[in-house]
């Protein structure tokens, strides 16, 4: 019981959910079928330095990946220097609205949904609040598929893209994919909605117990992301996740049409990795790369490579140094993207003679 | 249980008889042979060939009597290890152009109308374009190279240092630069890993270093008439392509393209999720997890 007491106590702090700024605005576009999406503005600090940036998250995951708190945000950090930042929650997840049958808004939501309904309208809405004719766009794992498939259907609106741990394909002969394979039937389907929002709420206190937990092998590098990191984001920034859209993806990934029609891309894409990345494994990633048609650049995130340390799931987004090793990456990109060479190391990089 | 399992795999693995032969190429050349073999265990299976990475010696299959070598032999394996030149005891390699002429003296002295194969890296891309694949039955390619890039700054770094790694011995920095690119985030003892960067691998020659580079920048490597790539491509011998993440030279994101040009390589990827390493160089073969992973995926591939 005491250690219980104890635990509350230390875990405390992280379980409190950290309020965005209060100068970031929140805005509510409504897409075509109805669904009020939650998106926030981040205005840049001193003058403007370049067209606006959309951030969009991945599976089971909403908005705040994209903005954890004052040290963990890619969009303070773009806003730091210069863009205006936007994150965007897609249906279903953080702010925006969720599955209500009583106001028309019923099972099941899909990933065609994400792109066909859910970007386009934040686009929209970016373009006419900001004026910008063009916008530049992160997504982090599903977030960049959903920019793969709205760019690969003719999607425009979009200057220069970079996704994040985004996968494109299965078939690596891992025990990941097994579970997947075996659990996808049961919860792929259309009528479910894994509460998996509740269940990392509930999960949140026993975060930082303990070492080597199936969360930490799967999603984060304890030596990028810290626990306390870790536990403020499975407190606020994980989401219910849609069979249906389980089940898309898991047909889309299986199958190699998804990777053909990449080839019809033409916008610039930054297609990054994170060396330990257990989810995105980083071939799977970088056949996105492959099956760009447009201007393309791979970067792998790797202490081989000048950063500060190995990179996991989550770690290209929430991690402690992700704002010197991943965001530099994404914005150097979006000042001028196209083809280019990998980043050089980090200064006092020891090599010996 | 699992104690038991090791101990009984250590107590076979100690009758595992080796034999150290000096192979001379049609050059004039020598290589070296290491066969490992239990007497009156015997499998119908073709003689295994094992073949390390560039700058590593025979070391990774047998090291402090421990290994896939050794493994492979107790399951009633006739194990060959074969250390090319510039490799563990062989004569030093001024090209990468020998490893042809290499391999046909090696599989001249096994003398059997096939082998079963398992090799790496770099080293594995060159010896199976390379190699007459009428003499190969099946192969395991651990991160062997399809599409080659540098795969990362500091790999550059070290070949353009000439690819010394008696200079990373030296120090604390170099071993983390052996760490990074042989050994992130493996699980094995510090000591064995410390251990066999000292006495496990072997400098490549500057040109070596400089062909192994240009091979990387240029994305393929000539091979008389043909290059490795299109070799690769025709390989039609049924060929498991084992894929540690954590590997800093040979990177996955670099091998695993071989699949989609060629429908006789299937993928096994480790991660840490599942079999507690995310497997580098060294500990895909020599980590402590080694032996319930990966050596019973090679012995179930060559059966």
Redesign the interface.
Known sequence: MRSLVLLCFVGCANLQVVPVPEAAEQHRPKTADGWELSLVRYRPVGPSTGIPVLLCHGITANERNMDLDADHSMARWLASKGREAWTMSVRGTGASDRVDPTHGRALPILFDHFWQHDLPTAIAHVRQVSGAEQLDYAGHSMGGLIAYAYLSHGGTGLHAVATLGTPVRLGWGTGVERLLTSIGPIVGRDEVLVPSEALAQLSAPFQTLGDDSLMERLLYQPGSTSKETWQRLVRYGTADTAGGVIRQLLVMLGSASFRAELASVRTPVLVIAGKLDRLALTPAVKDGFHALGGPRQFRLITAANGAHGEYGHMDLVIGEHAAEDVFPHVLGFFDSPGEGEGPALRSGAVFPP | MTALVLGLMVAVSDDVGVAHRRVTTADGAAVALYRYRVEGLRSPAPPLLLVPELGFSRALFDFEHRGLARWLAAQGREVYVAELRGQGKADPALSLEHFATDVDAVLKHIDAAQVDLVVQGWAGALLMSSIAEARVRRVVAMNVLFEPE??????E??LM?GARFS??A??P??A??FE??FG??AEMPVSTFHALLATGTRDLSRPVAAELLAWMRHGDRPIHDSSVKRRLIAWRRPTLLM?G??D?FA???L???WRDHNPNV??????????GD?FSRASMLLGTRAPSFVFPEVLEFLR
């Open positions: 540098v795969p990362n700054q500091l790999a770094r070290f240092n200079s990373l030296s120090s920095e170099g983390h630069v990074q690119l992130l985030r894929l993440l954590a800093g990177p996955p994101e091998c695993a393209g299937s993928i096994r990827t480790f991660t840490r999720l599942e079999a995310d």
